[in-house]
């Protein structure tokens, strides 16, 4: 069945561009997370991972 996934919350809830700046999941994914299966979850996490690396390189950038 594989491991349960992990909400990527870290309680710092800004959003910019409909995206979280803590976590990386959208504003929808953050509502929806009780109500996805777990193998949701993991697609999310995979796309919030992205995000964040996205938006580590634009703050670099952007120095």
Known sequence: MGDK???PCVSICKLKDDVCIGCGRSREEMKSW???KNKERKAVNAL???RLKAL???RKKGR
């Open 5 to 7: 996934a992990k909400n």
């Open 48 to 50: 919030a991972t992205e």
């Open 56 to 58: 580590g390189k634009a």
């Open 34 to 36: 009780k109500k996805m």
